[in-house]
């Protein structure tokens, strides 16, 4: 029995150590510039306050583009010049017009899209509406929708159905069983069907705070996975359109999920987040380095955290095609980014002049090779 018990013992002690050394592989960290393969420029005019991070490349027999929409505006630039060589502004009212608040856009090859009021809106590159869609304003076990790319969630456009985001503002504890939170709007049939997950029974805890209502969704067109980031996990959920599955993205540094609190003014509720909490912010797929990246705010710029004596700290999470964690990359600033055939492009701010914004492209293969 004694030599029974000793075996076990030694079989249970190496399978303890396989597994701690599995769980502690390390990952390089790397400072941004380490990646730093080029600089691209983009010019702005002194009216344009900024110019998003929402870009899309596109190719018109020889000539590349990079576009983009911001609010009733969409912009097109020479790639990789970075001159502004179209600058269309749509009107609100009237038979193009498309509201004065746009809770969401983006562009494609062809179209600029637009969300207000609850309709779909299509418009060409030249200014004139196309098509105007109804989107469902209520659906069941939903008080009232937010579709919203203001929070830096995404729509785009998946062969002909438009995805659409809605996004609560704060978690109730009803909203933890819904599901329908990815809209799928097919501009052929006007048919709708919705790209359906749960947020995890861990945000019972993290109720009534805008910080932890918001996730992040990103698209792998070449394999048909949406990405959802959660602000309070350290795992992507990956979703197929046969299965769901979990994916560690973590972080090698320790993130506090700090809740806020409310205030009753009055016949109104403030919520008021947490200004030391940590949270996981966007997700994205580069297909042409195969990977997927995931943005980590450990330490946030806050004053509290100044007068405390902490620095900021934001980080890059790598993971390669199969979702292995490949590197972690200190991050100077808050950023996103976009994708070409040329690499990533994630913005890095002025640091010439407020008269043009620079991208960064990233070259992933460094991370593999000796320093």
């Not at 098509?131 to 995404?154: F, H, I």
């Not at 933890?176 to 947020?199: A, Q």
């Not at 029974?201 to 394999?223: C, E, I, M, R, S």
């Not at 070409?340 to 913005?347: C, H, K």
């Amino acid at each position: 029995m004694k030599k029974y018990s000793f075996l076990s013992f030694l079989i249970s002690a190496t399978l303890a150590i396989s597994c701690t050394a599995k769980s502690e592989k390390e990952v390089p960290i790397f400072d941004l510039h380490d990646l730093i393969a080029d600089t691209l420029y983009l010019e702005k005019d002194t009216l344009t306050k900024d110019l998003g991070t929402n870009f899309n490349y596109i190719k018109r027999g020889d000539n590349e583009y990079l576009i983009t929409s911001k609010q009733h505006r969409y912009m097109e630039y020479s790639y990789p010049e970075g001159k502004l060589i179209g600058d269309q502004f749509y009107v609100a009212e009237g038979p193009d017009g498309i509201g004065n608040y746009l809770q969401a856009n983006f562009t494609d090859d062809s179209s600029a899209w637009f969300v207000s009021y609850q309709k779909l809106i299509r418009a060409d590159l030249y200014g004139k509406v196309l098509s105007r869609y109804d989107l469902p304003e209520n659906p069941t076990g939903r008080l009232a929708v937010n579709y919203n790319t203001l929070s830096g969630t995404k729509a785009m456009n998946i062969n002909g159905k438009i995805i659409i985001p809605d996004v609560p503002f704060v978690l109730k504890e009803p909203l933890l069983d819904y599901e329908n939170w990815l809209l799928e709007f097919d501009t052929s049939d006007s048919s709708i069907t919705y790209v359906k997950f749960k947020y995890p029974k861990k945000y019972l805890d993290f109720l009534d705070d805008p910080t932890f209502a918001t996730y992040q969704n990103g698209y792998n067109k070449t394999d048909d996975l949406h990405l959802i980031s959660f602000p309070a996990d350290d795992s992507l959920l990956v979703i197929s359109p046969n299965s769901q599955r979990w994916v560690y993205a973590g972080v090698s540094d320790r993130m506090e999920f700090l809740v806020g609190r409310t205030e009753q003014k009055g016949e109104y509720t403030a919520f008021l987040p947490n200004g030391k909490t940590s949270k996981f912010s966007w997700v994205d797929y580069d297909p042409t380095a195969e990977v997927y990246l995931r943005e980590a705010i450990i330490t946030v710029g806050s004053k509290k955290n100044r007068d405390e004596g902490k620095k900021p700290l934001t980080k890059l999470i790598v993971l390669d095609k199969d979702f292995e964690k490949i590197a972690e990359v200190i991050l100077p600033l808050l950023t996103r980014g976009f994708s070409t055939p040329y690499g990533y492009y994630l913005y890095i701010g002025y640091p010439h002049s407020e008269d043009e914004v620079a991208f960064a492209r990233l070259d992933f293969a460094r991370i593999n090779s000796p320093k």
